[in-house]
């Protein structure tokens, strides 16, 4: 096929929007949409392949394969390579551990599945993994995968027909889902499939009379849509409508051919990076990702902008490299499939498979598992983060009856071993949902409604959870004490949040202003509902923190990894805990007397004027931000007696 400039411009647009998102420099509220023009422009030329190969009877399974195997996996494999050279210099083991899996699905097509694996609360962060973008390769690779299949199969004149039914199924299965399942619903090719779809249906659509002169009239709303939404988006949800916005403005731009496009000079300009697009796309992440490892300051995994500058630059860089001499002459190359060839692309694929497995089977003999000392720590037992209402099981119960109740979020969670580890003979019984801190009737709600999860379903499902909690309490007279614990940061960050409340005369649900007010509220109604009850309540406010990853920052110290943005002893320095997390000192200040709650502090306990200890005997005692780690926990735990003190302070 012919290359057309214009479709060469959309791939250097939409590379550009993902680059500047994950750059983050504040100038496209919502870049990822690019990916979305990338999928479009990927079903439209792949179609328009196979289409013509079949009808002109030239169509091989194998030389289709093939052609995509010396169109993709060359640069990628390169690019994978030089990522697994420096991912156990410049990884912690967690990430380590997760690239390695990372690596092995993006050899495999399954990226998209690993990555949804490792998606969640207490998992990596994403800006920590680097091969986060193969995600979306992945999905293409699936898509080609079915597409010739499906084409060979159905009768030519069913084409358009079985295309649109497809296209149609996946848009309404995303749509349907994008609240509910909003991670699978991001990641898995059933509910992204439209995308790709509707670039089918464009190619197969593109013969009939008419196409291009309705798309004529329709071409300068669709440009308009492409500039204009990726900086002003609908926010109602991705993929959702902004994506299907995005893509038919694609397909609309595709169907016109605007023959005069080409000899505009943005045009031109845009279709040059284009030609680099998929060398771009494949190494612009990792250099970030490896950046954000690195530091663990202040911008909590992210760089600083001058940082995040300079990663770009060297990206473009290397991407040219990369196209120059590996993709351009490789793609270009004459030799077509045969017992060598094909040799020789299995053996670097099994090789990528073998390397990482081994690696992960054999970890790091005779060293300190890293991996182990940050794990999660959710408590009594991973099943005690509750996904929806409380309903208490042997796990989450160390002894019947039990005596305390431990409420909250995973500030709850960590506390668990800290109670265990303190010589308690009182049963405890852990009710904890990751970030949905024990506020009866309340709940928050992401204003940024691309994100996955925090949207309204959630958090009607938080406050069912907290509901359930106070119901347990209500049939369990053996329960003495009550101990909450959150951050509560989302119910009192009115920038990135609103709060989800039960409207007072009990008719429904109202939206409310995050802040401090509002916290308040949320935690003397619950207190209140507890002590109606005839029980204790205490407060435990989140141990000290600063503006770094301090679980990282002591894990990479004591590996000799290169740290930046922190203290190089790792400490938690005073003045900081005190200037970073204002808006969580201010509640704890305010809980005494607005809410009638007594807090407990570990404050006293690890600080003096200067400093807050991050160990214990060596032990860590954050896994991370701010969470105890679980070893770190039990010995603060046995050091201080903190069963003793929470039931001193309760009342």
């Known amino acids: 096929m012919n290359l057309r400039q ?7 647009l939409a590379v550009l929007l993902v680059v500047v998102h994950h750059a983050e420099f504040g100038l496209v509220d919502a ?64 990430e380590l551990r997760d690239f390695w899996q990372q690596l092995i699905g993006s050899t495999t097509f399954t990226a998209n599945f690993v990555l949804w694996q490792q998606a969640g609360y207490f998992q990596g962060a994403a800006a920590l993994k680097p091969l986060l973008h193969v995600w979306s390769l992945a999905i293409e690779e699936q898509y080609y995968l079915i597409l010739p299949l499906a084409l060979t199969l159905m009768p030519r004149r069913s084409w358009l027909f079985g295309m649109g039914l497809a296209c149609l199924i996946s848009v309404i299965a995303c749509l349907a889902l994008l609240h509910w399942k909003p991670i699978a619903t991001f990641y898995l ?82 279709a040059r990076i284009g030609d680099m697009s998929y060398s771009l796309y494949l190494v612009h992440w990792p250099i970030l990702a490896f950046g954000n490892n690195i530091w663990v300051g202040q911008y909590s995994n992210r760089l600083p902008p001058e940082v995040r ?103 709850a969670m960590h506390l668990m071993p800290a109670l265990l580890g303190s010589g308690t003979d009182r049963g ?29 379903p959630w958090a009607e499902s938080c406050i069912r959870f907290n509901d359930s909690v106070l119901k347990y309490l209500e049939r369990s007279p053996s329960i003495q004490v009550v101990v909450l614990s959150s951050q509560l940061r989302q119910y009192l960050d009115a920038k990135d949040y609103t709060l989800l409340q039960r ?20 935690v003397r109604r619950t207190v209140a509902a507890i002590r109606a009850l005839g029980r204790r309540v205490v407060w435990v406010a989140p141990p000290p923190a600063d503006d770094f990853d301090i679980g990282a920052c002591l894990e990479r110290l004591a590996q000799g990894k290169p740290i930046f943005g922190a203290p190089p002893d790792c400490r ?21 007397a607005d809410a009638d709650v007594d807090v407990l502090r570990f404050d006293e306990l690890l600080c003096d004027e200067r400093h807050c200890q991050t160990r ?11 969470h105890l780690s679980v070893d770190g926990a039990r010995r603060l735990g046995e050091r201080f007696a903190l069963t003793a003190r929470v039931l001193a302070t309760a009342r």
């Open 309 to 411: 500058a300079g990663c770009v630059l060297a990206a473009f860089a290397i991407a040219y490299a990369l196209y120059r001499w590996i993709e351009h002459p490789l793609r270009r190359a004459s030799w077509g499939p045969s017992f060598r060839t094909v040799s020789v692309g299995l053996a670097s694929s099994l090789a990528l498979i073998v390397i990482p497995a081994r690696a992960l089977m054999l970890g790091q003999p005779g060293e300190v598992d890293y991996t182990f000392v940050r794990r999660s720590n959710l408590g009594l037992a991973t099943s005690c983060d509750f996904a929806d209402e409380f309903v208490p099981t042997a796990a989450c119960i160390t002894e019947h009856p039990p005596q305390i109740l431990v409420w909250g979020d995973s500030f």
């Open 572 to 592: 938690i320095r005073w003045s900081n805990y005190q200037s970073s997390h204002t808006l969580i000192q201010d509640l704890l200040a305010h809980l005494p």
């Open 31 to 94: 870049g990822y949409l690019g990916v979305d023009v990338f999928f479009v422009v990927s079903g439209f030329l792949i179609t328009g392949l196979i289409t013509s190969r079949i009808e002109s009877g030239r169509f091989s399974f194998a030389d289709f394969y093939f052609r995509r195997a010396k169109r993709l996996l060359p640069a990628a494999y390169v690019t994978f390579v030089a990522c697994a050279a420096l991912a156990p210099w410049l990884l912690g083991a967690n």
């Open 428 to 456: 405890l019984v852990q009710a904890t949902r990751s970030s949905c801190g024990p506020l009866q009737g309340m709940a928050p709600i992401v204003r940024d409604t691309s994100k996955t999860g925090y949207q309204k």
């Open 189 to 270: 090719l059933p509910t992204r499939a439209w995308e790709l779809a509707m670039g089918s249906v464009g190619t197969l659509i593109a013969r009939h009379h008419g196409t291009q002169r309705l798309c004529a009239h329709l071409y300068w709303p669709a440009i308009a849509v492409l500039l204009v939404l990726p900086v002003l988006p609908l926010g109602l949800g991705h993929p959702g409508p902004d994506a299907l916005l995005i893509c038919t403005a694609t397909l609309i731009v595709l169907l016109r051919a605007h023959e005069g496009a080409e000899r505009q000079p943005v045009v031109m300009g845009l």
């Open 616 to 626: 214990i005997d060596g032990e860590f005692i954050y896994r991370d931000f701010g």
């Open 503 to 522: 409207a007072q005369d009990g008719s429904g649900t109202e939206l409310v202003d995050a802040g401090l007010s509002a916290a308040v509220l949320g």
């Open 6 to 12: 214009d479709i060469q411009a959309l791939r250097g």
